[in-house]
């Protein structure tokens, strides 16, 4: 079965610029993956991010962008708030379903 | 606003069957093209999906869960279900139901539930 990967864990300064990515365990993450992302915090249920590779979902700041770098899906966050401090899952449609990513724990200190 | 709404019994013995529901409201479940889908996670883990269902009934499972899950809808009651049979302990977990977008170009969950935990114990 296919695996979708992603950084176990990641930092970012506040203000600062992260990019978490979310490639596969064989081949590369192109648009027709249809892309996703989402945010979660402890206790919560998931919040949608960006679809489509690069779509923000409605009332997300503009802080936080999607992308595709290389052979990778990527969510780029500019200038890091300490709330932005959550788990980040990427998600890849593969046709008959969909795969999500393991997650990344990204931490603002 | 469309809402979703998990609900089911919080506690479940092993080898029985979970069941589960997901009520839908702010907007009929058979309108637009929409799929349904479960998702799950146990604690301290990450994401899991485990299936969708189109109203039309036509269903996708995980492969790791085909053959224990069966997903259902219930256009009169604006309802889908989730049933897991063989339960074990590897089941425990936060089960979310959400929302499909799709069309041509995307494909995401649009909307979740807040999640119900389902815990297998005898």
Same mark, same amino acid.
């Given at each position: 079965q296919t695996v979708v990967t992603q950084e176990p864990s990641f930092s970012v300064s506040p203000g600062g610029t992260v990019t978490l990515t979310c490639g596969l365990s064989s081949g590369s993450v192109s648009t027709s993956y249809y892309p996703s992302w989402y945010q979660q915090t402890p206790g919560q249920a998931p919040r949608t991010l960006i679809y489509s590779t690069n779509t923000r979902s409605?009332?997300?700041? *503009?802080?936080f962008s999607g992308s595709i770098l290389g052979n990778k899906a990527a969510l780029t966050i500019t200038?890091?708030?300490? *709330? *932005?401090?959550s788990d980040y899952y990427c998600v890849l449609y593969m046709g008959s379903g969909m795969v999500f990513g393991g997650g990344t724990k990204l931490t603002v200190l | 606003q469309v809402q979703l709404q998990e609900s089911g019994p919080g506690l479940v013995k092993p080898s029985q069957t979970l069941s589960l529901t997901c009520t839908v409201s702010g907007g009929s479940i058979s309108s637009g093209s929409y799929y349904w889908s479960w998702i799950r996670q146990p604690a301290g883990k990450g994401l899991e999906w485990i299936g969708r269902i189109y109203t039309s009934g036509s269903t996708n499972y995980n492969p790791s869960l085909k053959s224990r899950v069966t997903i259902s809808v219930d256009t009169s009651k604006n309802q889908f279900s989730l049933k897991l049979s063989s339960v074990t302990a590897a089941d425990t977990a936060v089960y979310y139901c959400a929302r499909v977008d799709h069309g041509s170009g995307w494909y995401y969950f649009d909307y979740w539930g807040q999640g119900t935990l389902v815990t297998v114990s005898s």
């Open positions: 409605s009332g997300v700041p *503009d802080r200038g890091a708030q300490a *709330d *932005d401090e | -």
